[in-house]
């Protein structure tokens, strides 16, 4: 692979609670435990998955407490996990096909089986430290030690053979909204919420469709939950087909089509507008929150879903990646059907894996922090952004040689200003061989701290941090 290769191979090893030689200095109020999850294996027998996506799951931790960090990190002991290393692929993954041949695809046409790959990204489900991926297997596991603790269930009849891994924590209602889509004739897209505490899962709305779109994430405001259903979209029948096809590969996309939001009244239950604009596709939501009767979402867009077809592991080699180069963007919605969608560009400078403050959700925001990437000739640098949502401006860190992870904004206690803290990132240094925390200050975007890792870790996906110390 290129310089980027190393961020996609797979790590074997384990390390725990090893305390990090931190070069500058980490603010003495940062206290708690930075918590991220991604794939870290990618081998398969002889051979190997074929999708970034499709990677086993491993958390990795960061504790911090009177500026020092220790680091650990750990993959999640699943079914799927232990499949994998007798060299099985066991059921299907994002892209990776499952079990070859006509009586393994007939068995799971009549016994269909998901995978616990929980490798997307983390939260707490009634009482549980969770990791959550693109199917409804929760998979819990202990903070402290990473140690996986098995798939929590359930005590409702929801039901649904995809959700979105991305749900929405309400500090008001105390409750986690997410959303769960099931394929037949026709389909469901069923919102739910959780109150805290609790594994009984809520019916919010449930909508029915003919063809259901690949949702990644949903917006939320403190009335409305808001679905972006783009044209990239699945006929259920397609998976009873006999073929060789990872669960994306049925998806189709129609470029001539709208992309159409459906916005849900919380209290109602049902679907308040359907508005629509031209074709765009996006995995993930910065911020949504209500402004006089209109909604506010902000979201990385792209032209089209062309970035799931790049991150397979055979063109990665090739050099056809050209890295996250999404447009943030702002589109204002109706909360009925009588008025129009509106949309305009935040930002000149591409970004992708967006977070905000976490005191500014379901408010009016600022600051955007994402990672992104600059085409240059056959390669492309990449680099972290702050992007000023109020001004057009932006702010950019960068290191020759390196590419950044996610970045988690941590306000400092009793901030008044919703920069007024620290960016915590972890950046793949291709020259140097390793890989290593990156603090930086949340206001000025300057560097205050490295801690180099000890070993390369792979590329993740997301992660949150926790008031904690485990």
């Not at 609670?17 to 931190?22: C, P």
């Not at 891994?165 to 897209?189: I, M």
């Not at 009016?364 to 109020?390: C, M, T, W």
């Amino acid at each position: 692979m290129n310089g980027y290769g190393r961020g996609f191979s797979t790590l074997t090893e384990e390390r725990t609670a090893e305390s990090l030689l931190i070069v500058g200095a980490i603010p003495d109020w940062l206290r708690g435990t930075l918590i991220r999850n991604g794939p870290g294996h990618f081998e398969l027998g002889e051979g190997r998955v074929t999708h970034w996506f499709d990677g086993l799951a491993m958390l990795r931790k960061f504790s911090f407490a009177d500026g020092d960090v220790t680091y650990s990190n750990h993959f999640l002991r699943t079914e799927t996990y232990k499949a994998r290393k007798q060299g099985n692929l066991g059921p299907g993954e994002f892209a990776t096909a499952p079990a070859t041949g006509f009586l393994a695809k007939l068995k799971s046409i009549v016994v269909p089986e998901t995978t616990d790959n929980a490798n997307v990204t983390i939260g707490r489900v009634g009482g549980h430290m969770v990791a959550l991926t693109e199917v409804p297997r929760v998979v819990a596991f202990n903070p402290a030690t990473l140690e996986t603790h098995g798939e929590v269930s359930f005590d409702d009849d929801l039901t649904g053979h995809v959700m979105t891994a991305h749900v929405h924590h309400d500090d008001e209602r105390n409750e986690t909204v997410g959303l769960l889509t099931k394929f037949g004739k026709p389909s469901t897209y069923t919102i739910y919420r959780l109150p805290d505490g609790s594994l009984r899962r809520e019916e919010v709305a449930s909508l029915k469709v003919s063809r259901p779109a690949y949702i990644h994430s949903i917006g939320l405001t403190d009335r409305y939950v808001i679905l972006v259903e783009a044209p990239f979209t699945v006929n259920p029948l397609s998976f009873l087909k006999l073929g060789n096809d990872g669960f994306i590969e049925h998806f189709t996309w129609d470029g001539t089509a709208d992309t159409r939001f459906i916005i849900v009244d919380r209290e109602r239950g049902r679907a308040v507008a359907t508005p629509q604009t031209a074709a765009f596709f996006a995995f993930h939501h910065v911020n949504a929150f209500e402004r006089d009767d209109s909604i506010v979402l902000d979201l990385v867009a792209y032209p089209n879903p062309d970035i799931i077809d790049g991150l397979y592991l055979d063109r990665l080699e090739r050099g056809e990646f050209k890295g996250l180069v999404g447009e943030l963007r702002r589109y204002t919605l109706p909360t009925d059907d009588t008025g129009q969608v509106e949309c305009e560009p935040l930002s000149e400078i591409a970004m992708e894996l967006p977070t905000i403050s976490p005191t500014v959700r379901r408010q009016p925001h600022r600051y955007v922090y994402g990672q992104g990437s600059v085409i240059e000739g056959d390669g492309f640098s990449n680099y972290l952004v702050k992007a000023d949502v109020a001004s057009g401006s932006a702010a950019i860190w960068t290191a020759q040689e390196t590419f950044c992870g996610e970045p988690i904004f941590v306000p400092r206690p009793d901030a008044t200003a919703e920069d007024d803290g620290v960016v915590l990132s972890v950046i793949l240094d291709t020259a140097g061989e390793q890989s290593f925390l990156l603090v930086l200050d949340g206001e000025t975007f300057v560097e205050l701290a490295r801690a180099p890792l000890p070993h390369v870790l792979p590329f993740d996906f997301h992660g949150e941090f926790f008031d904690c110390v485990w």
